[in-house]
């Protein structure tokens, strides 16, 4: 099993996950958040033409993730997955003509090849979900947009071989920023986004015993930097900052294996 970035943060975020088994690949993008034109020319970067995609699954309904799914999913013929709180968010005109498949948290599912585990996650969205994806021996786990540290999520998380987690902000960056206060408050709230140190809580809660890479994840541009979210989980995982990896929000994350 492998994975890629196409982006992530506010301007957009978008996941790639592929398992091979023999000449059998199954492709699954975990959301689209970035404008038609501009996914087809990311997921040319990682040599993927998007009629190779078996399915677009949605965390929720928030822009920055949903936002690209039913035009390249209508574009290439790509079935969708998607809580029923996520669609109930999201005008119906928007996904005519899509196949839609429902899920649940809690309810895994499969895309050929690759096993998917919904799990519920607190987010000021209809029903949230993240995932963590398997190839029957590997795990990928994957934890974006959520405000606080829960026993579920780590309970989801434990024992992943790999981990795409969530660095959004920088406590005191984001104190001293120039947005509203109200908006201070959604993003630090418990159904906001993840800051440094409640992403390095979380990573040193759950078990690590097979944990092999760690990605930072949907940076705030403003409110963090690369330096200080790899400093963040470096301090958990006893390494050098410079092995943290980190998906930028232009150039992704080049293709790692799980």
Known sequence: MRFASLGSGSEGNA???EVRAGVVCSRVLL????????????????????ESLDAIV????????????????????????STHGTLRGTDARTFE??????????????????????YAVPHDAREPVQYVFSDGSKRLGVLTDA?????????????????V???????????????PAALKLRIQGDFG?????????????????????VVAAHLSQNNNTPDLAREALAKVLACQPQDVLVADQ?????????
């Open 165 to 179: 987690l969530e660095c959004n902000h920088d406590r005191q960056m984001l104190e001293k920023s120039n947005y």
């Open 15 to 17: 996941l790639l996950v």
């Open 193 to 213: 986004h993840l800051a440094n140190d409640v992403a390095a809580q979380i990573l040193e809660a759950i078990n690590r015993s097979r944990l092999n890479v």
């Open 58 to 81: 949605v965390t929720h309904e928030h822009s920055d993730h949903l936002s690209g799914v039913f035009r390249l999913a209508r574009r290439h013929h790509i079935p969708v997955w």
């Open 250 to 258: 232009h150039l992704g994350l080049d293709w790692m294996t799980v």
């Open 147 to 163: 405000g606080r540290c829960t026993t579920h999520i780590v309970g989801m998380l434990d024992g992943c071989d790999a981990l």
């Open 97 to 118: 003509g899509v196949q839609v498949h429902y899920c649940r948290p809690g309810a895994g599912f499969a895309v050929g090849n690759l096993s998917l585990m919904p």
């Open 31 to 50: 959301d689209c958040g970035f404008a038609l034109k501009e996914t087809e020319r990311r997921l040319a970067r990682l040599e993927i033409p998007p």
